[in-house]
């Protein structure tokens, strides 16, 4: 495939061998400029790399950054999605084109790509939509209870908003829509504590 250096896939690698199989070997995704940002001495949380990365950026190349765990896989070509998009909009789970730049390095692994997104909306006017593509996250994995340390941050970081996250209910708002959040997350605890 043609390379087309519009579209940068920057990536958190741990392991290699998983980034080369989703993102490295892949032809909708080799056909890009990809940048495996590497994690394997210092371990770094994710926030932190990605903010290592925009501050190298020179962004005077506009570009689309899809930043994308090492288990992403696109299973589409994205050139004909990203044409006719708004550059002035975040895009999930491809990217964006726009002065909102740093990720939140108070959140090591969870919901920092919520956070950026309500930031890019509450600091700077910027909306985020949802983009139809063909792919596949391949981690597993279970709600750990950092998860919900790094929830209760952003509520207390965005009080008077309510969003949901691509992992959460409802973030911010401190009114009815918290307290059935809590509720609806007590539940679910009882559920698989039971079941697990």
Same mark, same amino acid.
Request: proline letters at 5%; aromatic letters at 14%.
């Given at each position: 495939?043609?390379?087309?250096? =519009?579209?940068?896939?920057?990536?958190?690698?741990?392991?290699?061998?998983?980034?080369?199989?989703?993102?490295?070997?892949?032809?909708?995704?080799? %056909?890009?400029? @990809?940048?495996?940002?590497? =994690?394997?001495?210092?371990?770094?949380?994710? $926030?932190?790399?990605?903010?290592?990365?925009?501050?190298?950026?020179?962004?005077?190349?506009?570009?689309?950054? @899809?930043? %994308?765990?090492?288990?992403?896989?696109?299973?589409?070509? @994205?050139?004909?999605?990203?044409? $006719?998009?708004?550059?002035?909009?975040?895009?999930? $789970?491809?990217g964006a084109r726009t002065d909102v730049r740093w990720f939140d390095e108070n959140l090591s692994f969870d919901l920092y790509i919520e956070d950026f997104c309500i930031s890019a909306k509450e600091n700077h006017g910027v909306p985020s939509q949802v983009l139809a593509v063909? %792919?596949?996250?391949?981690?597993?994995?279970?709600?750990?209870?950092?998860?919900?340390?790094?929830?209760?941050?952003?509520?207390?970081?965005? $009080?008077?908003?309510?969003?949901?996250?691509?992992?959460?209910?409802?973030?911010?708002?401190?009114?009815?829509?918290?307290?059935? =959040?809590?509720?609806?997350?007590?539940?679910?605890?009882?559920?698989?504590?039971?079941?697990?």
């Amino acid at each position: 495939m043609l390379m087309h250096s =519009n579209v940068i896939i920057i990536s958190v690698v741990r392991d290699y061998q998983m980034y080369d199989t989703c993102v490295r070997s892949n032809p909708f995704a080799n %056909c890009y400029t @990809v940048c495996p940002l590497d =994690n394997t001495r210092e371990n770094k949380t994710v $926030p932190v790399r990605y903010n290592e990365f925009l501050n190298s950026y020179d962004f005077s190349n506009p570009a689309w950054l @899809v930043f %994308c765990h090492e288990d992403f896989e696109l299973k589409q070509a @994205v050139d004909p999605l990203l044409e $006719p998009l708004d550059t002035n909009v975040l895009y999930g $789970p491809i990217g964006a084109r726009t002065d909102v730049r740093w990720f939140d390095e108070n959140l090591s692994f969870d919901l920092y790509i919520e956070d950026f997104c309500i930031s890019a909306k509450e600091n700077h006017g910027v909306p985020s939509q949802v983009l139809a593509v063909e %792919c596949q996250h391949w981690s597993g994995g279970a709600v750990r209870e950092r998860y919900y340390h790094q929830e209760a941050y952003l509520n207390k970081k965005y $009080p008077h908003c309510c969003y949901t996250g691509t992992s959460s209910y409802s973030i911010g708002e401190p009114g009815f829509a918290r307290k059935l =959040n809590e509720a609806m997350k007590r539940s679910i605890r009882r559920f698989l504590s039971a079941h697990g």
